[in-house]
């Protein structure tokens, strides 16, 4: 069944969808909602989104398989782990142990907790109680569209950077609305407290949109974090090389805050092609499911996610920050360009999280119950990245605060570190209901581009180099 809402613009990285032909997901984008410098996670102003089904699965059935991983066109956190590197260290004991990872969202999740316990089981991953701090106070209700929007935001960030680092402690810093102000607040919050190594943020706007004394203050506090030793990361966006306008009513060239910050490592977006797990059988329903025999998972190829309008990795060119001295061999302009890396966000190649959908959630979500949904955006880059950070973390034994001029110094010298992704672009489609486009975007070169920045990860060579050994 596939569902359409329209939330309130300001921000993008958020995609609901499962396993959808591509044909299905680059539909029109319809008119805006006018904008209202607040903070949406990105489930873009027609969000497209398919429910792959009830849970169906009695606790201890860890390993059961959905029918889009034996397709290939989904993965669950064995898939991801494999394709990405992580599970030799994990296998290590690099599990993120000791480290401390915090997602900031808005409005959260009423079933936050319920739906961690049970992706544990279901996928055979350690549990803990999350943490989950409200600095101003518990939010108000909201629309069902937005609630449901920030809430299906929160257990993708929670449950991806578990799956990636899942002994780090979690901690969820909730803001009282999607307002800048508020998400600018939980952030302080955050820096006053020093509470973790390392942040996601998995949002955002055009730098233009951005109240510009919000916009220094953001700055201010993320300076203050990276004095702290605390590593910044954020999505660079899902409108391709575009952001919506500031009165929400078509496409502009434009970069993303606060990915644009300097002191923030900005994640793009690739369409990751891996191989498939191989279960006890060949098809999986909830009457006769199909098991893990290989995890599958192996490296195929990746190029920059773009599945049309509003489905596409972020990228671009700062209008408000210098060129950082990390980008001086990297970047020929005189301007800040994001994204500095990139991870899988494909619609069509997604990955799975368990969430509840309760009655208050019945109309965006197409019923009540505990679903399996695949999930897709620089949303989901944002969290796995910071379990990256986190496992560099616990083999460094420390912080390793801002990153991105390691990651400059890494990528051109231990090619084996990253996946450079050499294909593809993020230029925006044309489309008659939307003023602005077509927009010329940018093409994945090797080395670093304003595409996929210098790629995608190779944890196993990447985070011994972050971590000094």
């Not at 499962?18 to 903070?39: D, P």
């Not at 943020?201 to 030793?229: N, R």
């Not at 990361?233 to 805050?257: N, R, V």
């Not at 098809?283 to 490296?299: C, I």
């Amino acid at each position: 069944m596939k569902l359409k809402f329209r939330a309130p613009r300001r921000a993008f990285g958020l995609l609901l969808l499962v396993a959808a032909a591509v044909a299905v997901l680059a539909g029109t984008a319809g008119h805006r909602a006018a904008a209202s410098h607040a903070m949406t996670p990105a489930v873009g102003n027609t969000p497209r989104f398919q429910n792959l089904g009830a849970l169906d699965s009695a606790p201890g059935q860890v390993g059961r398989l959905r029918q889009c991983q034996l397709d290939g066109t989904c993965y669950g956190p064995d898939q991801i782990r494999v394709a990405y590197g992580f599970q030799p260290l994990l296998n290590k004991g690099t599990t993120g142990a000791g480290r401390t990872i915090v997602i900031i969202d808005a409005y959260g999740s009423d079933t936050l907790q319920s739906d961690f316990d049970t992706s544990n089981t279901y996928w055979g991953l350690p549990n803990q109680t999350i943490d989950v701090e409200y600095p101003q106070g518990r939010p108000s209700a909201t629309s069902d569209a937005n609630r449901f929007g920030w809430k299906g935001e929160t257990t993708l960030d929670v449950n991806t950077a578990h799956y990636i680092a899942p002994d780090a402690k979690i901690i969820l810093v909730v803001a009282k609305s999607n307002n800048d102000s508020d998400i600018l607040a939980a952030t302080k919050y955050v820096a006053d407290h020093n509470l973790g190594d390392v942040v996601s943020q998995s949002y955002g706007e055009a730098e233009q949109c951005m109240d510009p004394k919000l916009l220094a203050k953001q700055q201010q506090i993320f300076q203050q974090m990276t004095s702290e030793g605390i590593t910044l990361l954020a999505s660079s966006g899902d409108d391709g090389a575009a952001q919506p306008t500031c009165d929400g009513a078509g496409l502009f060239k434009a970069a993303s805050t606060p990915a644009s910050d300097p002191n923030v490592t900005a994640v793009g977006g690739t369409d990751l092609k891996a191989k498939a797990p191989t279960g006890t059988q060949k098809t999986s329903t909830a009457a006769s499911p199909s098991f893990e025999v290989t995890p599958g998972g192996d490296y195929i190829n990746e190029k920059v996610w773009n599945e049309g309008l509003e489905v596409a990795g972020g990228g671009g060119i700062s209008t408000v920050y210098a060129k950082p001295a990390y980008q001086s061999s990297a970047v020929s302009g005189s301007m800040r360009e994001i994204p500095d890396v990139a991870y899988s966000a494909s619609l069509g190649h997604s990955i799975l999280v368990i969430m509840t959908c309760s009655a208050a959630d019945a109309k965006p979500c197409g019923g009540t119950g505990t679903f399996v949904f695949g999930f897709g955006g620089t949303s989901a880059g944002s969290p796995q990245w910071a379990g990256l950070v986190a496992l560099a973390g616990q083999a460094k034994g420390g912080r390793l605060g801002a990153i991105n001029p390691a990651l400059y110094a890494i990528a051109p010298s231990n090619r084996a570190a990253f996946h450079d992704v050499t294909a593809g672009d993020n230029s925006v489609p044309a489309d008659p209901s939307t003023p602005g486009t077509p927009i010329t975007g940018f093409s994945a070169t090797g080395g670093w581009d304003a595409a996929t920045g210098w790629g995608s990860p190779d944890a196993e060579y990447l985070v011994p180099a972050l971590a000094g050994r």
